[in-house]
């Protein structure tokens, strides 16, 4: 029998790419959508795709068990990939708006993974791969909340990587810069929905800055990477036989991460200041 996969957020992006190339590499692929009408095209293409919100638990359970009845009970990766943005300051970060972005790339993770556990721990054997950031190492202005979400990825993996030495089961994370996917675009109604900048004291800043960046296609970002770059390192994170801790993608994250060994907060913010 093939090694089997669950991958969340398979829509577009860091998700479809990683469902197409596994399934080429031999892989059972089961690529989860939020909305149902992305599980139908992944289903129309040949693959397993139950729905999974991480904001219904209903969804997680259900779409759990289907992957398992289609394996026989077992699951020998799952790959947390689906969340999304909300950029604004975090003086203008309502809570509702803060609580919705840790249940979509929080909570719904933990809970997912929870659910997984029990599985691989029978099994003796698992991987999970946590999709984090370039921002769950560092932080940028406007950046607040989806910061604060992979910062916390970040420290519920760690954790779970020691907790789980000697159960076989393996706990990675990436953590990618700028990929080319419509994650801006996606971050666009949660902006709408949550951040009021025309009542904003920075104002202007908004104009000239983080509105002109979300609403108008400027191309690809310095550095930006296609989504083949995240998956790349996915497959050596699903198939190395002592995977890293941590596989960084795109210059911005390696240099992200050399920043923080060698300046101090002040240094890592003055340059910070100028991005």
Known sequence: MSKSILITGCSSGIGYDAAQTLRTRGWRVFASCRQQKD???????????????????????????????????????????GAHPLSGAVEDLPVEGLRAIFEANVFGWHDLTRQIIPVMRAQGAGRIVQCSSTLGLIYMRYRGAYAATKHAIEALSDTMRLEMEGTGVEIVLIEPGPITTKFRENGIPWFEKYIDWQNSPRRAEYENGLVKRMYNDSGPDTFELPASAVTAKLVKALEAPRPAPRYYVTFPTYFTAFLRRILSTRGVDRILRRI
């Open 39 to 81: 599980c139908d095209r992944l289903i129309a293409e040949g693959f397993g795709s139950p729905r999974i919100d991480y904001t219904d638990p209903d969804t997680i359970r259900r779409g759990l068990a289907e992957v398992l009845a289609a394996t026989g009970g077992q699951l020998h990766a799952l790959f947390n990939n």
